[in-house]
């Protein structure tokens, strides 16, 4: 099947077949189908799109802005993610319960607890620690509403500066998936309070979050800091590429364990991440395009398989984290379930392909 052909297919059949990844739960792995939702309505002006962001925010939004099985309280970042399609509802109905739920979402950031450094904690219950996931959970988000308001990024560029001081490892070119500022955790390092090890969706989620938060604040303060950071975390990601494929292993630098698998969704997020940074000048196309291109073509191809006649997207981790028994190690991460159409695969593989189309 072209590949174009096939990749319509799959995105039309996964809309149709919709379904939560977690009911009754305001989550952020529905967060990321929204925002790929988004940017299908921007770039195809189909109303089908619009409508299910729409229809999705029915259920979770009430008329006085609360936002249902929503907890503030549990200072989780995760819940930040599935707000970034409110300010894309406010905008195209001008209802103003869209607006009051930005705001209390807001209010979240705004008494979020912080490590020493500035950086927010993960979770209430993640005390002290900091996860590339929750860059991508909560920057994007802050962006956007910084950039409706006063256009204040510093706090924001900050703790992307703090990640690259802590989390980086120059050697390896690579970003640990987390951080134990109290060094506490039975997963860090107590040296250090660094996790072991080098999870490829964690690095997804780190370069998805600066390109979309350059791509909102634009040439605006530190922007050159942002861009910098993004283009050694690129370069950095780019020598652990599979040769033929181009695609990248669960664990990123370990390709010499027997179990270590390709998998989608960090695969994808680094298709996205180097797409947009070409369109948007960040990267010279004339280096990068080609390999984002390469990562794109392979995952239609190769994880996109046809199960009783519906395409469906395999090799997609379930979850990963770190707590006390998830201890990070190479073991830890090849033991988690692998599946299909988890959302958090499929979404930044069509924005990923939507970059493409651009």
Request: aromatic share 14%.
């Amino acid at each position: 099947m072209e590949t174009i052909t096939k990749m319509e297919q799959f995105i039309k059949g996964y809309f149709e077949r919709f379904v939560s990844a977690k009911e009754n739960h305001w989550n952020y792995v529905d967060g990321c189908l929204l925002n790929a939702a988004v940017l299908l309505y921007e770039q195809k002006k189909e109303e089908y799109y619009k409508d299910f962001v729409l229809h999705y925010y029915k259920k979770y939004i009430e008329e006085n802005g609360n936002i249902r099985f929503y907890y503030p309280k549990d200072y989780n970042l995760d819940s930040i993610n599935s707000g970034n399609g409110l300010f894309f509802a406010y905008r195209e109905t001008g209802e103003e319960k869209y607006n009051k739920a930005i705001e209390l979402l807001m209010d979240q950031i705004r008494n979020q607890p912080r490590t020493y450094t500035g950086n927010f904690w993960h979770k209430k219950c993640y005390p002290e620690q900091v996860w590339l996931d929750g860059l991508y959970m909560a920057q994007v988000f802050y962006a956007r509403y910084q950039k409706l308001k006063d256009k204040d990024y510093s706090d924001i560029v900050s703790q992307f500066k703090n990640v690259r001081k802590y989390l980086y490892n120059p050697e390896k070119g690579l970003y640990y998936h987390a951080i134990d500022m109290a060094k506490k955790q039975p997963w860090c390092n107590k040296e250090n309070g660094l996790s072991p090890n080098f999870w490829g969706r964690a690095c997804g989620w780190h370069i998805m979050a600066l390109i979309d938060t350059m791509e909102i604040i634009g040439e605006t303060g530190d922007y050159q800091g942002l861009k910098d950071i993004f283009i050694e975390a690129i370069n950095g990601l780019l020598q652990y590429q599979e040769k033929e494929t181009g695609l990248f292993y669960q664990v990123l630098d370990r390709e010499d364990v027997p179990e270590n698998y390709l998998e989608t969704s960090g695969s994808a997020m680094a298709a996205y991440a180097v797409l947009k940074g070409c369109r948007m000048g960040v990267l010279p196309c004339g280096i990068y395009k080609g390999q984002g291109e390469k990562i794109l073509d392979s995952l239609i191809q190769l994880k996109i398989k046809e199960i009783d006649g519906v395409l469906k997207l395999g090799d997609i981790c379930r979850g990963a984290g770190l707590s006390d028994d998830r201890d990070g190690t190479v073991e830890y991460y090849l033991s988690e379930a692998v599946g299909y159409d988890d959302h958090k695969g499929a979404a930044p593989l069509i924005m990923a392909y939507i970059e493409s189309q651009r």
